[in-house]
């Protein structure tokens, strides 16, 4: 049997309620701020191509570095780019992260984009990252990769919280996600994530995840307290501790501030 990949326990981890920490990729390049992950406490990584202009090549090196380090490693995908889903999963990714999904035929697309047959419809290979780019015949690299590969299903529309129940008894699909931000665009209110819509919405994910064996993700809130009072619903224990753009920049002033603070009036 082939080994197995770094992301083997990620999601046992999260339904035993263990807390775990994940930094958003999305400026960073280079292999160092996957090294930053793990050496701050990290568990897992979201490099994000939604919101970058990082290539997929600079993704799978993200990805293959976060799990020869033992972190797990999704990659958010750009808006309906079903097509790049293999090549990343090939290429190191432990799982996908799909935004702005609104049906059940969505999910689906991308759930057996993510699985080989006959649960989905993933090109077959044979020498993976995740595997130690070992030769492996199918009959072993199928099921130990379906049975690691993550699936988010992103959702930030009414639309997409409406269909939440149908998206979550889908096969293949093992975590559903808010995405408050675009959510109270969507609602005409952005940022208001304390607007009593978010808080609804939070719940239908919740109960949607819970009676069909799923994970739920809140995503976009950096509030304490807001977040502690949400958390109760039934989200899961996994938290976007920032992006590293964000991180940088609190640094870089930070660090400005202080180097200002040093100056006496004449």
Same mark, same amino acid.
């Given at each position: 049997?082939?080994?197995?990949?770094?992301?083997?326990?990620?999601?046992?981890?999260?339904?035993?309620?263990?807390?775990?920490?994940?930094?958003?990729?999305?400026?960073?390049?280079?292999?160092?701020?996957?090294?930053?992950?793990?050496?701050?406490?990290?568990?897992?990584?979201?490099?994000?191509?939604?919101?970058?202009?990082?290539?997929?090549?600079?993704?799978?090196?993200?990805?293959?570095?976060?799990?020869?380090?033992?972190?797990?490693?999704?990659?958010?995908?750009?808006?309906?780019?079903?097509?790049?889903?293999?090549?990343?999963?090939?290429?190191?990714?432990?799982?996908?992260?799909?935004?702005?999904?609104?049906?059940?035929?969505?999910?689906?697309?991308?759930?057996?984009?993510?699985?080989?047959?006959?649960?989905?419809?993933?090109?077959?290979?044979?020498?993976?990252?995740?595997?130690?780019?070992?030769?492996?015949? %199918?009959?072993?690299?199928? $099921?130990?990769?379906? &049975?690691?590969?993550? !699936?988010?299903?992103?959702? /930030? +529309?009414? @639309?997409?919280?409406?269909?939440?129940?149908?998206?979550?008894?889908?096969?293949?699909?093992?975590?559903?996600?808010?995405?408050?931000?675009?959510?109270? %665009?969507?609602?005409?209110? $952005?940022?208001?994530? &304390?607007?009593?819509? !978010?808080?609804?919405?939070? /719940? +239908?994910? @919740?109960?949607?995840?819970?009676?069909?064996?799923?994970?739920?993700?809140?995503?976009?809130?950096?509030?304490?307290?807001?977040?502690?009072?949400?958390?109760?619903?039934?989200?899961? $224990?996994?938290?976007?501790?920032?992006?590293?753009?964000?991180?940088?920049? /609190?640094?870089?002033?930070?660090?400005?501030?202080?180097?200002?603070?040093?100056?006496?009036?004449?």
């Amino acid at each position: 049997m082939p080994q197995l990949p770094s992301s083997e326990g990620f999601l046992e981890r999260l339904h035993a309620g263990e807390p775990t920490l994940m930094l958003t990729v999305r400026t960073g390049r280079t292999l160092e701020v996957v090294h930053i992950a793990r050496s701050s406490g990290h568990h897992s990584i979201l490099v994000d191509l939604e919101h970058s202009t990082m290539s997929t090549d600079t993704a799978a090196q993200l990805c293959t570095a976060a799990d020869g380090l033992g972190l797990t490693a999704l990659v958010r995908v750009p808006e309906r780019e079903y097509g790049m889903i293999g090549r990343l999963l090939d290429g190191g990714a432990h799982g996908i992260v799909a935004p702005r999904i609104e049906t059940v035929d969505e999910a689906r697309d991308v759930a057996r984009a993510c699985r080989f047959a006959p649960r989905g419809q993933r090109s077959q290979t044979n020498m993976v990252p995740q595997l130690g780019m070992r030769p492996t015949p %199918a009959r072993d690299l199928n $099921p130990a990769l379906d &049975d690691t590969t993550i !699936v988010q299903i992103l959702l /930030e +529309t009414p @639309a997409g919280i409406a269909n939440a129940d149908e998206i979550a008894a889908l096969d293949g699909v093992d975590m559903l996600a808010l995405g408050a931000n675009d959510y109270t %665009a969507e609602l005409g209110v $952005p940022g208001q994530y &304390d607007d009593p819509r !978010v808080r609804d919405a939070v /719940e +239908t994910l @919740a109960n949607a995840c819970l009676k069909h064996g799923k994970l739920m993700v809140l995503g976009g809130i950096g509030d304490p307290a807001l977040l502690g009072s949400l958390v109760p619903l039934g989200v899961s $224990p996994l938290r976007i501790t920032g992006t590293d753009s964000a991180f940088l920049f /609190e640094a870089a002033h930070a660090h400005a501030q202080r180097a200002l603070s040093t100056f006496r009036p004449q």
